[in-house]
């Protein structure tokens, strides 16, 4: 019989607290853009945290852009509350409907193939961004924009239950609830 400490995971379990990458699809930017408008969707299948943001464009590239990431289709309504008591005491904030990654929207490289890395404020990357909700790609242009626009988020997946020792075999289904 194995034994498993409480923070040991099962061999086949799904691991967490591991650096990844996720991509919205591309989008071609165009002239006088707002951030009322979703130009690119990202569903989430497990909780996450999202470290950093790499940005590029390419193509034929113009005029100025800026970027944010919003939980879901609503209006952005501000930065998801943080929990800013050490680690592992209390639960970290979750994101809602309209919470965004950036307080303000971020302004990116506009020169073709250059990559903007954008970071969330000091607290704001332990936001959870929950599974089963959806990532949107908020962008502001001017009249002059356009290039093909990629957006990729370094990513953490977060465990819900990390006081909880996987016994078994990772099933999707049981695992990730």
């Not at 919470?99 to 302004?107: I, V, W, Y």
């Not at 988020?153 to 099933?171: C, R, S």
Request: with cysteine; glycine share 8%; charged share 10%.
């Amino acid at each position: 019989m194995q034994v498993i400490s409480a923070k040991q995971r099962h061999p086949d379990s799904l691991g967490y607290n591991n650096l990844t990458q996720i991509s919205f699809p591309a989008v071609t930017l165009a002239t006088g853009q707002t951030n009322a408008t979703v130009q690119a969707r990202k569903p989430l299948g497990l909780n996450y945290k999202i470290i950093a943001v790499a940005v590029t464009v390419s193509g034929s590239v113009a005029g100025t852009c800026s970027i944010n990431v919003v939980s879901g289709t609503a209006a952005e309504n501000g930065v998801p509350l943080t929990d800013q008591t050490p680690v592992g005491i209390v639960p970290s904030g979750t994101a809602v409907a309209g919470n965004q990654l950036f307080a303000t929207d971020q302004p990116i490289t506009m020169t073709a193939d250059t990559v903007t890395l954008l970071y969330p404020a000091n607290d704001l990357w332990d936001a959870i961004w929950p599974s089963g909700s959806e990532l949107t790609l908020r962008t502001v242009t001017n009249g002059s924009a356009a290039g093909l626009l990629q957006v990729d988020l370094v990513v953490t997946p977060f465990d819900n239950h990390p006081t909880q020792p996987e016994i078994g075999p990772f099933v999707p289904s049981q695992s990730l609830i």
